[in-house]
């Protein structure tokens, strides 16, 4: 694809916005044993309590169902969160909408936008990781289908009043009145997209924000997706929406601190999800490609990591970038040292580089 030169703009509309994702992997203690399933939790607490302590914008918890991954409920921690901070934006890094009820997750997210005074957002994803189908009973095969309809529906709802719609994935609704009302408007809603042009017209289609998950290889491919929504946007007679960036790394105060910290875990990882989804085991050559400057990894000291943020969000017309720190195996202490370098010395020099 060709990465188009007059893309690399952020929309000066849109405000620049630095935050972090995290997945809430299940983290060891200081003698290298894993942490209950409770203590993770607690744990996620702190380290968004902590990203609003640092200066970020955003915190965000992706839902997952898995014994490493035990983030099944994102929307209650994201409450405990909200109960502990005043500022900070708090959302789903992705709610998996495919397998879920749009009625039930817009109920959930607007109560925890008035839990929150309004610091409310979730980010819609298909679900590239699927385990919550055969948990909720759905058929991968109804994989685009329940996606498209559910998200027609969840565009309904965040218009506030009684609504009225029919589709095959689940009950029609007539004249439904959907509680709790919205304070002040819809909140901010994004689809999360990794690679699908299709995803890009929905998100589009329906007035969402654009969120590029980007885990591998080159950011820059990606640029073709910001222009397609722009145009889509213009040509549905939708206003302009800011395009974000979620993408996996980690900060230490060198770039051989983080190497050595994040390095084997990430392998640890990619080698236990290849059985499933038939990723290429890393290596160490593979890996230093990812964290170098046309790779898709965040790895290293606050300078290098800034400076990867500011110029991909350049490429890529990116008015957001959401950190996805964590990996199966870090310490929470070695989580909470990277909250800290990214909210006080990326965030600040990232907006210094774009100006």
Do not use: C
């Amino acid at each position: 694809m060709n990465t188009t030169p007059d893309l690399a703009v952020p929309d000066p509309q849109f405000p620049i916005v630095l935050g972090l994702d995290t997945f809430g992997d299940v983290t060891r203690d200081e003698h290298g044993q894993l942490l209950s399933h409770a203590q993770a939790i607690r744990n996620l607490v702190e380290q968004g309590v902590q990203a609003e302590a640092v200066g970020l914008d955003f915190f965000g918890i992706g839902e997952h169902h898995t014994p490493d991954i035990p983030l099944s409920a994102a929307d209650v921690v994201l409450s405990a969160i909200a109960a502990r901070t005043e500022r900070i934006r708090l959302g789903s890094a992705v709610t998996v909408l495919s397998s879920d009820d749009p009625v039930r997750v817009f109920q959930r997210y607007s109560t925890l936008n008035a839990v929150s005074n309004g610091r409310a957002e979730v980010i819609l994803g298909r679900g590239s990781s699927v385990d919550s189908f055969p948990l909720f009973g759905y058929d991968l095969q109804d994989y685009e289908e329940l996606f498209d309809e559910k998200t027609n529906l969840f565009a309904e709802l965040l218009k506030g009043g009684p609504v009225t719609w029919h589709g095959n994935t689940r009950a029609a609704l007539v004249d439904q009145d959907v509680v709790p009302h919205l304070e002040s408007g819809p909140f901010p809603a994004w689809i999360g997209v990794g690679g699908s042009p299709q995803s890009v017209i929905r998100a589009a289609r329906y007035g969402f924000s654009l969120m590029l998950a980007i885990i591998g290889g080159s950011p820059q491919r990606f640029a073709p997706f910001s222009q397609l929504f722009g145009q889509a946007l213009q040509q549905l007679s939708q206003p302009a929406r800011p395009v974000g960036i979620h993408s996996p790394g980690h900060v230490a105060h060198t770039d051989e601190q983080a190497f050595e910290e994040f390095w084997p875990h990430y392998l640890a990882m990619i080698r236990q999800v290849s059985k499933t989804r038939g990723f290429r085991t890393p290596t160490k050559e593979s890996f230093t490609r990812e964290i170098g400057p046309d790779g898709a990894l965040y790895v290293g000291s606050p300078e290098t990591v800034a400076q990867k943020i500011a110029a991909n969000m350049t490429t890529l017309g990116a008015t957001r970038f959401d950190l996805k720190y964590g990996m199966g195996g870090l310490s929470h202490d070695k989580l909470m040292s990277n909250i800290e370098l990214f909210g006080t010395k990326v965030a600040p020099r990232v907006r210094e580089l774009l100006g």
